[in-house]
């Protein structure tokens, strides 16, 4: 299994465009995360999906949108980049589901360069 | 959500037992402790989980006291290779409702030398 796999590893944008984060998990997991991390900070949470078709807000959902058509996708989507949006982007899928306990899979991250 | 504090780092020697501290002193009754370890440019990686006393898995031991107002992530025998930033996360399992809100604090970055 190729477990949480994120497109590209590397993006340089200028101020305005737009662009969108790919995520795919093959565990057939129902939640997935996105977070951000910035330069020696810890994640927060952007958007999160509990199952196709349902996401909510995280703790920095602004200028961020999502859309879960699929259990294994979960894109992010920046409409107008600004410069605050430069960070190492990640995606997490995990159950919900596990009665005993919870974990996180991690994809290897997105870093992304506003210009 | 809970708030967690732990120490921003941490210096060890290989061979020697590390013990973080993580201090969640409002932690709510449906609360779980979760760690994470995360290596510089990878994401973090799931270590070890508990809700109560002590868990063990092949890499770590979780000790949480009665009051569950702390709790103790230790690593047997640390190597070069358990250099990384270690992060505690306190918060309800999905299943509980309201998704997964866990925040990551800015962690423990434990560093290991010869």
């Known amino acids: 299994n190729a477990g949480v796999t994120q497109t590209p590893k590397f993006r340089i944008l200028k101020i305005g465009q737009s662009m969108t984060l790919q995520c795919t998990q093959d565990?057939?997991?129902?939640?997935m995360y996105w977070y951000r991390q910035d330069p020696g900070m810890g994640l927060k949470l952007i958007y999160y999906?509990?199952?196709?078709?349902?996401?909510d807000k995280g703790e920095v959902p602004n200028g961020y949108n999502v859309s879960r058509s699929t259990t294994e996708d979960f894109p992010l989507r920046l409409e107008l980049a600004a410069p605050s949006q430069t960070s190492v982007y990640f995606c997490?899928?995990?159950?919900?589901?596990?009665?005993?306990?919870?974990?996180?899979?991690f994809g290897s991250g997105t870093q992304l360069s506003v210009l | 959500l809970a708030k967690t504090t732990q120490p921003i780092s941490m210096d060890s020697y290989e061979g020697q037992e590390v013990n973080i501290t993580c201090s969640h002193n409002?932690?709510?009754?449906?609360?779980?402790i979760t760690w994470y370890q995360q290596f510089p440019s990878q994401g973090p990686r799931f270590i070890i989980q508990g809700y109560k006393t002590k868990v063990t898995n092949e890499v770590a031991s979780l000790f949480i006291p009665a009051d569950r107002k702390s709790s103790t992530l230790s690593l047997p025998r640390v190597s070069l290779s358990d250099t990384a930033v270690y992060y505690c996360?306190?918060?309800?399992?999905?299943?509980?409702?309201?998704?997964?809100?866990?925040?990551f604090g800015t962690g423990t970055q434990l560093k290991v030398e010869l």
């Open positions: 997490a899928s995990g159950t919900g589901l596990d009665l005993s306990g919870e974990k996180l899979f």
């Open positions: 996360l306190v918060g309800p399992l999905p299943y509980t409702g309201g998704g997964n809100k866990l925040t």
């Open positions: 999906s509990v199952g196709a078709g349902i996401t």
């Open positions: 409002n932690i709510a009754t449906n609360d779980y």
């Open positions: 565990m057939n997991h129902n939640y």
